[in-house]
């Protein structure tokens, strides 16, 4: 069992630009979130979204959206980026929509440095 | 507004000491609490729960977390660390709409 996998593993933007990270949920799970870990800090929740739809969301702007297609990966695009979207973004799966957190599987996450 | 708060950012242990790590949460009616640890380049993973029921639950590796509801507390503890422990320690809660709210982290380090 891979487990939860994304992509890329680093990434290097600029001001301006615009990023699309990927994930892979862990097999049999078909709920994934998204959160943002800035340098210091515990994650923040930034969406989640089960059946291709975002179910919940966090406290987080417009220019962070996502996606997710039948086989249950994940797409989180953000727009316009600004410095402060630097940060480790982690993906987590968890079977169904209860929201049972003690599931949650997280992947290794995405280290992106906007400059 | 709903949060979680860690008192203690760094904390330095020899082998064999004992831990405790601070962990406040401030939610209205039903709270479901955690503690993550993430080990140096591995995945964040669940170390113990909390929903209901028996206020000291048990997880993983020897480490136990006392649910104090009229403090607002939820530390972690362990009688003897070891230098495996080295790690980062995050507690997290939830209320109803299951939305998690992570604290900042403690960062522990144990000396051999």
């Known amino acids: 069992d891979a487990g939860v996998t994304q992509s890329p593993t680093h990434l290097i933007k600029t001001r301006g630009q615009q990023v699309t990270l990927r994930c892979s949920p862990k097999?049999?799970?078909?709920?994934v979130s998204w959160y943002q870990q800035a340098l210091g800090q515990g994650p923040q929740f930034i969406f989640q979204?089960?059946?291709?739809?975002?179910?919940q969301r966090g406290n987080f702007p417009d220019r962070f959206s996502g996606h997710q297609f039948p086989n249950y990966s994940s797409e989180l695009n953000v727009n316009a980026l600004l410095l402060g979207d630097s940060a480790l973004y982690l993906c987590?799966?968890?079977?169904?929509?209860?929201?049972?957190?003690?599931?949650?599987?997280f992947g290794p996450g995405t280290r992106l440095t906007v400059l | 507004a709903q949060s979680v708060s860690q008192h203690n950012h760094h904390v330095i242990l020899s082998e064999a000491a004992s831990l405790e790590l601070g962990c406040n949460y401030s939610?209205?009616?039903?709270?479901?609490l955690f503690w993550y640890v993430q080990y140096p380049g591995q995945h964040l993973q669940l170390l113990l729960k909390?929903?209901?029921?028996?206020?000291l639950v048990k997880g993983i590796k020897g480490f136990e977390a006392e649910f104090i509801k009229s403090k607002f507390s939820f530390n972690l503890r362990k009688p003897s660390v070891q230098w495996s422990d080295t790690a980062e320690y995050f507690c997290?809660?939830?209320?109803?709409?299951?939305?998690?709210?992570f604290g900042r982290g403690t960062s522990l380090i144990v000396h051999p």
């Open positions: 987590a799966s968890v079977p169904g929509l209860a929201g049972r957190l003690d599931e949650q599987f």
């Open positions: 097999s049999g799970h078909d709920t």
């Open positions: 979204y089960y059946e291709e739809e975002e179910r």
């Open positions: 939610y209205g009616g039903t709270v479901n």
């Open positions: 909390y929903f209901s029921g028996d206020p």
């Open positions: 997290a809660g939830s209320g109803g709409s299951y939305i998690p709210t």
